[in-house]
């Protein structure tokens, strides 16, 4: 996947760099929702067919994103299709997103949980996370019950596993050695 990083970096920065700072989270969003569309199996399907235009292309996408989109985002997408690059439109929405994060000093977090968790709970754990790998976090849970129990968090490259399984394969290890 270095290919489509390295194809899809020069088009989110430059995607950055023309918009304002103030518009960036809504324009993530879009991006976004973009790239949800652009990357499903029919519509890669119906983009590769030789008998169909940019144009249509574009428009298919367009009309399946249900908000209305701004004019960089509408731009983007032009110039994707036209440059033949549309299944970079993933990785190009994946870096814009992490160049937004990074400028708001905001980092995407993953919190995996055997069970459900509260919303008052969340912040407790979204507070105490926020204070232990100093920054602000963008939390997702993603219910994994094979943890059994605890949560394990995944920030960027950083990862905190506090679950039953991972306290269990400690001890696995301990006893075994």
């Known amino acids: 996947m270095a290919e489509l990083a390295t194809i899809a970096r020069p088009y989110a920065e430059a995607l950055f760099k023309a918009v304002p700072t ?10 976004q929702a973009l790239a949800d569309v652009a ?3 029919q519509v890669r399907q119906f983009a590769d067919n030789p008998k169909v235009s940019a144009e ?3 428009d298919v996408i367009t009309a ?10 509408k731009n983007l997408l032009r110039t994707v299709i036209d440059n033949g690059r549309l299944s970079a439109f993933g990785a190009i ?3 814009f997103h992490a160049l937004v994060n990074a400028r708001s000093g905001v980092s995407d977090a993953t919190v995996y949980s055997a069970f459900e968790i509260a919303p008052t709970q969340l912040a407790e754990v979204v507070s105490a996370l926020e204070k ?5 976090l963008n939390p997702t849970v993603v219910i994994e019950p094979s943890l059994i129990g605890g949560i394990r968090v ?3 490259d950083e990862v905190l596993d506090t679950s039953v399984k991972a306290r ?6 301990a006893l075994t050695a």
Request: proline share 5%; hydrophobic share 45%.
């Open 168 to 173: 269990l394969e400690q001890m696995r290890v």
């Open 154 to 156: 995944v920030v960027g």
């Open 132 to 136: 232990r790998f100093a920054r602000k």
């Open 56 to 58: 249509q292309v574009f």
């Open 39 to 41: 990357g499903h199996p």
């Open 93 to 95: 929405a994946s870096h």
């Open 64 to 73: 399946a994103v249900k908000s209305p989109l701004a004019d960089a985002a």
């Open 22 to 31: 103030g518009d960036l989270d809504k324009l993530s969003a879009q991006v």
